[in-house]
Each structure stands twice: as C-alpha cells, then as structure tokens.
C-alpha cells in the first residue's frame, strides 16, 4: 500500500523528545516525521536528554532513528535550528555554531509567512527552580521519571481490562493546583518577556504543556512534548499555526483543540 504524501509545511517547532530517556515515545516522533515536510524545523530543547543518559545510558533502535530522520530531512534540503535546553544544556557550548548540518542557537527568531515576529526558546530561563535550585530540578527530574515508568505499566493493565488510556503523571500535574498555578504564571513570564523584546509571538517548551493563548499583546504557544501529549507547532505555507497531537490509531496529526487554531488574518 502506498504511503500517504507528507504534509508540507513552512516551518515544524518539536520541543521535549528526550531521547535517552525511557518515556520517550520515539515511534510516534518517526510517524509524525514521515509524514510532515518543512523547510525549517526547530527543535526547542530537551530533545535528548543529558541528565537521564549520565544517570543511565539507554538509546534503543528507535531513538537514533529520530536522529537518522531529522538529518535524512537536512541532506533533503530542510533547515534543521536546535534551540538547547536545560536537559541537553550541554549543547549551548556551542550556541553560534554548526554541527554538521545542524545549527545550534540560544535563542532564534522566526519570522511567520506574513512577517510576524517569533521568538523561539526552551523556556528553562524562566523556571526558578532549574536555574536557582538544579539539585531539586534533578530530584524532580527523577520523581517524574518514576511516574512516566508507572503510568506504562497502569497503561498497559488498563489496556488487557479494555479499558481507556489514561495517563497518572497527567492527572497528577493537572490535579494539583500550585503545578497549575506554576504553568500559568510560567506562560505570562515567557510572553511579558517576548513582549519586552519586540515579538509578536513567543514559542517554548520546557513544561510539557502544548498551549496557544493570547497573553496581553503577544501570542504564546508551547510546543509540549513527546513522552505525554506527542504533540508539535506547524507553520502552514499560508502563514496558518496550528498545534497537533500525534494519533498513533489513526497515523495522524490532529488539531488539539479547534480554538488552537489560529490565523495571523483572523
């Protein structure tokens, strides 16, 4: 059966793979990739993940064939940008700099098809406790490590009673209200600070909540992630942004929500 042509987009935005790590849903990542096209991809950070790979080295198959992917995609013409993040900070050595045919930046501006300005950054910046606190960032790390490891297993037992997916370090995080809290004020940081800088819109990821709202004058997205939601930002060629979730059953990108689709022109 022949293989349905990729969707061609202006521009992918893919934050928080982290490959190495073990709830890294690297197969969907390779679907989702096989079946988009872009002239620019942006990884925004964590895409592999530095401090889980120290603690214990894992790289099954799968994840180098993300790697494989994103650089057949380059050698095919496409702008590969990797934005590092706080698990892959061992990257921002190089910031300013290519490595091979990607190139690796700090912080990048984007600019939509009908001239709008994007600021494209992990976000980690914004997060007291990884820049003020790493020793309880890696304890965090690690808690949230545990709970993904739970959450397959409750998963699969789930799945041989038939019953529906459903994720316990999701429903932890949207349960408890300072993490809410803490993802509100984390999104009117980064998009106070995007305004301060002149963009018209802001992207990050780092909180592994994919979102698109209007903060004050500057629109925020978040890319999210893919161990939870396996979700992406897509720049269609008319200037559309769309935010996607990857659906294993049907082998597609669907939009998260209706109102996170949004227009330059609306």
Known sequence: MAQPTPSQCRAIFISDVHLGARGCNATALLDFLAGHEAETIYLVGDIVDGWRLKASWRWPQSHNDVVEE???????????????????????????????????????????????????????????????????????????????????????????????????????????KRAVNYISAFEDAVAADAARHGADIVLCGHIHKPAMRRCGGVLYLNAGDWIESCSAILEHPDGRIEVVAWSASARAARPIAPALVWSNAA
């Open 70 to 176: 994103l650089l057949r995609k380059a050698r095919e013409g496409a702008r590969i940008v990797y934005v590092p993040g706080n698990h892959d900070e061992f990257l921002r050595q190089y910031a300013g700099m290519h490595l091979g045919v990607v190139e690796i930046v700090e912080e990048a501006i984007h600019h939509t098809a009908d001239g709008k300005r994007m600021l494209v950054l992990h976000g980690d910046k914004f997060d007291a406790v990884v820049t003020n606190i790493r020793w309880l960032a890696l304890l965090g790390d690690s808690a949230y490590d545990f709970a993904i490891w739970l959450s397959i297993h409750i998963s699969r037992f789930r799945r041989w009673l038939g019953l529906p997916e459903w994720s316990l370090s999701a429903w932890s995080k949207q349960k408890v």
